[in-house]
């Protein structure tokens, strides 16, 4: 369970956070916000959510050939050891020369 300002979770599949210990500037946040951040923080741990899973596509900035797909979902790291999500969202970001 969370106190109001932080949380930690046991080691699991993924570590959220700096050793799984959020912080949440009560100062400036919205009513409700440690809740919502905590309840976020269990279901990413429980896997009821995940971070890169959405219906979104993406291209790789470099080929535009290379196209993401991530209605399915995807792992970071599933087949290497640095982060490796490289592809700009069509939906989110734009990039202007």
């Known amino acids: 369970m969370c106190a109001p300002n932080r949380c930690h979770l046991p080691a699991r599949r993924h570590d959220w956070g ?5 912080e949440l500037n009560e100062i400036i946040a919205a009513k409700g916000s440690s809740e919502a951040v905590n309840q976020v923080i269990d279901d990413l741990a429980h896997d009821k959510i995940e971070v890169f899973r959405g219906p979104y ?3 790789d900035q470099d080929d535009a050939r290379d196209r993401i797909d991530l209605s399915e979902g995807y792992t970071e790291n599933a087949e290497r050891s640095a982060p490796s999500f490289h592809w700009i969202l069509d939906e989110v970001v734009s990039v202007v020369e």
């Open 18 to 22: 700096n050793n799984g210990t959020q």
């Open 57 to 59: 596509t993406g291209v």
